[in-house]
């Protein structure tokens, strides 16, 4: 898996460069098939800085998140916690799209009996 870690009008320190791979780590326990993951903070506006997350995922489209907030950990916080949403939706709409067995598939000619 690849990480991408940048910013825009400014500098993230190492500490939290580290403190952002840490979190978005996170993300795999949830997908095993997440491929690449850029974070982007942009820190134009110091008070309110916004972080964009883009997680690519194997034989599926980019899942995008962003959110403002005070700080741009908290900001992290506000756009995993979107990401996990999205992957958790996809991953059961994966799930549910599986074909049932025979033994699920109920025979018409039972209820044609009952009704006589």
């Known amino acids: 898996m690849q990480l991408k870690i940048s910013?825009?009008?400014?500098?993230?320190s190492p500490d939290t460069q580290s403190k952002i791979s840490e979190k978005v780590e996170k993300l795999r326990r949830l997908f095993d098939r997440?491929?690449?993951?850029?974070v982007t903070a942009d820190l134009e506006h110091r008070e309110s800085?916004?972080?964009?997350?883009?997680?690519?995922v194997e034989r599926t489209e980019v899942f995008v998140a962003t959110e403002?907030?005070?700080?741009?950990?908290?900001?992290l916080d506000g756009t995993i916690h979107k990401l996990e949403q999205q992957l958790r939706k996809h991953k059961d709409k994966r799930r549910g799209h599986r074909a049932r067995g025979a033994k699920?598939?109920?025979?018409?000619?039972?209820?044609?009996?009952?009704?006589?």
Not at 7 to 12: C, D, E, K, T
Not at 34 to 38: A, H, K, L, Y
Not at 104 to 116: F, L, M, N, P, Q
């Open 7 to 12: 910013a825009r009008h400014g500098h993230l």
């Open 34 to 38: 997440v491929t690449s993951i850029e």
């Open 49 to 56: 800085p916004t972080v964009e997350l883009r997680v690519s």
């Open 68 to 75: 403002t907030a005070a700080s741009v950990l908290a900001a």
């Open 104 to 116: 699920g598939v109920e025979v018409a000619e039972d209820a044609e009996t009952e009704e006589d």
